[in-house]
């Protein structure tokens, strides 16, 4: 199975608001991708976090992985409709596998 | 460049037929992954090739088989296709097995009744 959850699944919010998605695993990650995905569109490649702790910045999103490298967050401050989309994240699996949580859709109303 | 492109886009087929998705990079990448997404299931991984000339098993390989034809190319077959089959297929490629970020394909939209 997936081996990181998403929650939550669905986010509804005013234009202007902030926004929050986690990603939590059971098992310590080496790293952790995070993605974007438009309607309609294909996952584009946002972030990659590697360190314990660490914590990244792209204009209004904030990205962290948590000390034990169990946990992950993505936040949006003052949501625009252009953030419209579903955010995953990503984490190796066995192998070579690269397994995605099952996203949070996030909608913003003007 | 144009990246990962998949063919078809749209495909209708009935249920027992077959087809191949095909799938080519041109950033030379050396790993390669089919995806399937359905609503509210994220997206799957099917198979993935970590290098030329090896392929294994992602999370729901069941009913596929793939090809990884050279370094550019990875294909993803339905040998008797089933509605349980209906999704949408995303390809994508990474620098390495290990390193580095997915770049995926437009996707290819595939009905089975």
């Known amino acids: 199975g997936q081996q990181v959850m998403q929650i939550p699944q669905y986010q509804h919010v005013q234009e202007g608001e902030d926004f929050t998605t986690y990603c939590n695993s059971s098992?310590?990650?080496?790293?952790i991708q995070w993605y974007k995905q438009r309607p309609g569109g294909h996952p584009v490649f946002l972030i990659q976090?590697?360190?314990?702790?660490e914590v990244k910045k792209q204009k209004r999103l904030t990205f962290q992985f948590g000390e034990a490298k169990k946990n992950s967050s993505l936040h949006i401050t003052a949501t625009q409709t252009t953030d419209v989309g579903t955010y995953f994240c990503a984490a190796g699996g066995s192998g070579y596998a690269l397994n995605f949580g099952k996203g949070t859709s996030l909608l913003v109303t003007p | 460049n144009a990246g990962v492109t998949q063919t078809p886009k749209f495909q209708v087929l009935k249920t027992g037929q077959s087809m191949t998705l095909q799938c080519a990079q041109d950033m030379n990448h050396n790993s390669m992954y089919w995806y399937r997404q359905d609503p509210g299931m994220g997206l799957r991984l099917i198979y993935y090739s970590a290098s030329e000339g090896t392929t294994d098993k992602g999370e729901v390989p069941n009913g596929y088989n793939v090809s990884r034809l050279n370094k550019r190319e990875f294909s993803l077959r339905l040998e008797s296709a089933a509605p349980s089959q209906t999704s949408v297929y995303f390809c994508a490629s990474r620098r390495t097995a290990n390193t580095g970020e997915l770049f995926f394909g437009e996707g290819s939209r595939l009905t089975v009744l």
């Open positions: 976090l590697v360190k314990s702790g």
């Open positions: 098992t310590t990650l080496s790293n």
